[in-house]
């Protein structure tokens, strides 16, 4: 099964009851699948006139308390910045699936990790954060849908799978695991359905012009982003133990350095890799652990180096850090890898800074 | 914003007048002679009068109006601006027998919101568009809007509004009533009372369509703004009849064929 069709699947598997997108290139097939199968059993599924109509459909089916989401790939994930911070202001749950491509502009529909930033740093307007989730195969793709919708519901939160256009076409062998939404979804006792005798009304909102009020509405938010840092972050550690080099990678390009991590163990270079699955929470605390013992740190991106950041931000100058990236729709090889990596070790530690 | 109406003793015999359950007691934050104040009231009242309250969700979007919440007594989303009838849209198709209304203003509806309004209005979603039509952005200080006659005078048209330089007054009543999804338009005013009646019937109207599945139903109410067109309220309304009526002519503009 095609990667974009695993999230679609176990969307539908999942309990989601509304999807609302915009055909684009290398994502259609989660629309094209929901359009089909979803709609088959009992889906809400709507193709909208544009990515900003998408988010915001989703906003107001949320808001009314049904389990919804949508999908897009770059271009398309920046036209829906604006009502993904509303979302997160309005605290409403919902799934987000970027299906990465490269950039900038209208770049290319091939694979790409271009986002990184756009997708963990907020990418809207406003002090707000998305639960960031990176699969690297086409399992994690059906099942980080189910952990998706459980994370959304459970800190009332937008949540986004983050993969590229590879891991969106690739097929592989995947499985569903038993999931009974109805032992998942929560009680929303907020949501817009209609104001019964017994309550006041419930309105959403991200309007709050008394800048006190304001200043509340952002300190509770930062306290449940807190609280989602200590209780969420997930990183995967691979061959670490002993290892004087760790490669650090997400999504595809974790799959490409764990090859590089094989091939430079058969070489005699101990080698581990790190893989983050929450990129946002960023597992900070594990690149520490890590570079306390380790010689020297080689990140990997489809991309220009932009977790290279956030890895330099846990590493605080402890060992030192390299970036290797391809840009603009290429994967890099194994190999390419393995190359970078040779080049760090034999390269005089004082040469071991910066390069942009 | 939660002041409060003072209390007031009246005897329930002499009371002639009375608020309905589906208003709040919060007081308007808008301006002296403003419509907005009578459209919430008679948008309310129709709701209160059909005994819809417990299935009627709203939407209100940026503008004047953003708001409402804070007046209407129903559950309510507010929207990102012009997003309106895509958060409505996704409210209904969720929950298909419940009422859903937006409330929009001109520069959310016509101008920002267009091609949210034209494709909502096309799928013909099950739902009510109320639409403010003042010819100006109040919110922000009395700005050109999409619907500002020629030769006004706005903020943003300080000369008066030309077609060199702005383009004409949209008519995008007209063009949603164009729409086969579309089943039912008017555009009413709210500044005497025969337009007020002429108002609550085609609320009423619209929501009884609604819960008939007829589709998207478009009621524009003409009303004024005496802050932003620098006049008092009864200039205002003078100004409105011999000058918005001409471009936006009131009247039921797509009635459902028998």
């Known amino acids: 099964m095609k990667g974009n069709e695993a999230i679609a699947e176990a969307a539908i598997r999942a309990g989601c009851q509304g999807y609302f997108g915009y055909p684009i290139t290398p994502q259609s ?184 009020k304001m200043e509340q509405i952002n300190l509770a938010l930062q306290e449940k982003y807190r609280t989602i840092t200590r209780n969420e972050t997930r990183s995967e550690s691979i061959e670490t133990d002993d290892a004087d080099y760790i490669l650090v990678g997400y999504g595809l390009a974790a799959r490409i350095a764990h090859r590089a991590v094989e091939i430079a163990r058969e070489k005699g270079i101990r080698a581990g890799l790190l893989r983050p699955i929450t990129l946002w929470p960023f597992p900070y605390g594990r690149v520490q652990e890590l570079a306390t013992k380790a010689k020297g740190i080689l990140v990997i991106e489809m991309n220009a180096g932009q977790m290279v950041e956030d890895v330099r931000l846990g590493v605080e100058g402890r060992v030192p850090v390299k970036f290797y990236g391809r840009m603009g729709g290429i994967i890099p090889s194994p190999d390419e890898v393995v190359h970078a990596l040779e080049s760090m070790i034999h390269q005089p530690v004082e040469a071991n800074v910066e390069e942009y | 914003m939660e002041t409060a109406l003072a209390h007031t003793d009246i005897e329930m015999m002499d009371c002639v007048y009375e608020k309905p359950d589906t208003l709040t007691d919060q007081r308007f934050h808008y301006c002296p002679g403003c419509g907005h104040g009578v459209a919430h009231r008679v948008l309310m009242e129709v709701i209160d009068e059909l005994g819809i309250q417990e299935q009627t969700i709203g939407v209100a979007p940026v503008g004047c109006s ?11 989303q507010e929207a990102a601006h012009g997003r309106a009838s895509a958060v409505a849209t996704g409210i209904k198709r969720m929950h298909p027998d419940k009422y859903v209304y937006t409330y929009q203003g001109d520069g959310d509806l016509a101008a920002i919101g267009t091609a949210e309004t034209i494709h909502t209005a096309n799928r013909g979603e099950n739902i009510l568009v109320v639409f403010i039509n003042n010819a100006i952005y109040g919110m922000t200080g009395g700005q050109m809007a999409p619907t500002t006659l020629l030769g006004m005078k706005t903020s943003t048209s300080p000369a008066g509004r030309t077609i060199e330089t702005a383009g004409f007054p949209i008519k995008i009543t007209e063009m949603v009533a164009m729409l086969p999804g579309v089943y039912y338009v008017a555009r009413t005013s709210v500044h005497t009372p025969n337009a007020v009646r002429q108002l609550k019937k085609a609320l009423t109207k619209a929501f009884q369509y609604q819960k008939q599945g007829k589709g998207t139903c478009f009621v524009e109410v003409v009303s004024n703004c005496p802050s932003g067109w620098k006049m008092t309220p009864l200039q205002a309304n003078k100004w409105m009849e011999e000058n918005m009526f001409p471009v936006f002519p009131p009247g039921e503009i797509k009635v459902p064929k028998n």
């Open chain 1, 29 to 212: 097939e989660i629309l094209e699948y929901l359009t089909d199968e979803g709609r088959k059993r009992g889906m809400v599924v709507l193709q909208a006139e544009s990515e900003v109509a998408s988010i915001n459909m989703v906003y107001g089916a949320s808001g009314a308390g049904a389990r919804v989401m949508t999908s897009s790939s770059s271009p398309g994930i920046s036209l829906m910045q604006e009502g993904i911070s509303y979302i997160a202001c309005a605290e409403l749950p919902c799934l987000i699936v970027n299906i990465n491509r490269g950039g900038p502009g209208l770049g290319t529909i091939q694979p790409s990790q271009g986002d990184y930033f756009q997708s963990t740093k907020g990418g809207g307007h406003g002090d707000y954060r998305l639960i960031v989730l990176a699969p690297a195969s086409v399992q994690e793709m059906a099942d980080f849908v189910y952990d998706a919708f459980d994370l959304a519901d459970k800190y009332r939160n937008p949540v986004m799978i983050l993969a590229d256009g590879a891991l969106g076409q690739m097929m592989e062998k995947v499985e569903f695991k038993k999931y009974n939404p109805a032992d998942h979804i929560p009680p929303k006792p907020w949501a817009t359905v209609g104001k019964t005798r017994d309550r006041e009304r419930n309105f959403l909102t991200s309007l709050h012009i008394q800048p006190e």
């Open chain 2, 66 to 76: 953003v708001f409402a919440y804070h007046y209407m007594n129903v559950d309510m």
